[in-house]
């Protein structure tokens, strides 16, 4: 299953960034598009990374908006529920 969500996600766009604010300013948004959306991708910004990697940021993210994170690539994160 996992492999056709990577296929669909090719398909959409970006409607989430995570910038200097961080993952929990965007908690609320991703939740409320997981509950519409089959799939959302979200991007994370410079800004947003630090110390941090994308892999360890989209992990937290998930964790937080109690999803499956499908995949990371590159800067961009793939969630499904």
């Given at each position: 299953m996992?492999?056709?969500?990577?296929?669909?996600?090719?398909?959409?766009?970006?409607t989430v960034w995570v910038g200097k604010e961080g993952i929990t300013s965007v908690v609320d948004e991703?939740?409320?598009q997981l509950s519409n959306?089959?799939?959302?991708?979200?991007?994370?910004?410079?800004?947003?990374?630090?110390?941090?990697?994308?892999?360890e940021l989209a992990e937290e993210l998930a964790d937080a908006v109690e999803a499956d994170l499908i995949e990371t690539r590159g800067n961009t994160?793939?969630?499904h529920r």
């Open positions: 996992t492999k056709d969500y990577r296929a669909k996600a090719q398909e959409i766009d970006v991703l939740d409320d959306e089959e799939l959302v991708k979200v991007k994370f910004l410079r800004s947003a990374r630090g110390k941090k990697g994308t892999d994160a793939v969630y």
